[in-house]
């Protein structure tokens, strides 16, 4: 089992720029990827960016150039750097791991951009 516990969601302004923190425990061996999703209301949840199995990174296109993804090399800690914030960006920000083809999901935290 994997638990994932994320952090640092908010209210912040459009341009302003968030953190976000996942922290990983349990059997954190042999994760396989990691990576950061969100799913807005009324629509299906999506990735935004995450470790590929090769440890090579991959971003959604619309943030692409504002977000950044990275971490502690066990896998311990994932963060999501983001800025530039813009109001399509409001979602639950989930974190995801997947360890012999089981996912593995955090509860979410909620990201709002507003003015």
């Known amino acids: 089992q994997v638990q994932l516990v994320e952090s640092g969601g908010g209210l912040v302004q459009p341009g302003g720029s968030l953190r976000l923190s996942c922290a990983a425990s349990?059997?954190?061996?042999?994760?396989?990827?990691m990576g950061w999703y969100r799913q807005a209301p009324g629509r299906e949840r999506e990735l935004v960016a995450g470790?590929?199995?090769?440890?090579?990174?991959n971003y959604a296109d619309s943030v692409k150039g504002r977000f950044t993804i990275y971490g502690d090399n066990g896998k311990i800690m994932v963060y999501l750097q983001m800025n530039g914030l813009k109001p399509e960006d409001t979602a639950v920000y989930y974190c995801h791991a997947e360890r012999y083809g089981m996912d593995y999901w955090g509860t979410g935290t909620l990201v709002s951009v507003s003015s």
């Open positions: 470790f590929t199995t090769g440890g090579r990174t």
């Open positions: 349990g059997s954190i061996f042999n994760v396989n990827t």
